[in-house]
């Protein structure tokens, strides 16, 4: 992978939220990310595959995998109001409605403005 700077399983699992290398692992491929395995429970990858993931996804929705309110919340560090405020103002992904009293939003689209933000 070069000189290039590294991205390490704790920092992946943080931006991607999942919970466990396996979940991790199977994203990573998903999204066509290359990545090392670097011991049993360790998996590395570069800025540059992370990055090239990142501005693919927002069009990538024939499979996108919806996520709650609580996911969003842990992914994004906001709380359900400064959601509602910054979704209001144009300024976060559309929730969708996915039942009388359930909304749930794109987990690609939230990975990617989550990456936005962190890019600034």
């Given at each position: ?13 943080r ?81 969708i ?24």
């Amino acid at each position: 992978m070069g000189t290039e700077r590294l991205i390490d399983t704790e920092c992946l699992l943080r931006w991607t939220g999942y919970a466990s290398i396996d979940e991790l692992e199977r994203f990573l491929k998903r999204q066509n990310i290359r990545y090392a395995k670097t011991g049993k429970e360790r998996l590395v990858t570069t800025q540059a595959a992370i990055d090239a993931c990142f501005m693919q996804l927002p069009g990538n929705t024939e499979d996108d995998e919806l996520i709650r309110s609580a996911e969003v919340e842990k992914l994004t560090g906001l709380n359900r109001m400064a959601i509602h405020r910054a979704e209001r103002d144009g300024k976060f992904p559309n929730r969708i409605q996915i039942g009388p009293r359930s909304v749930a939003w794109k987990r690609s689209e939230i990975i990617a403005w989550v990456e936005k933000r962190r890019l600034r």
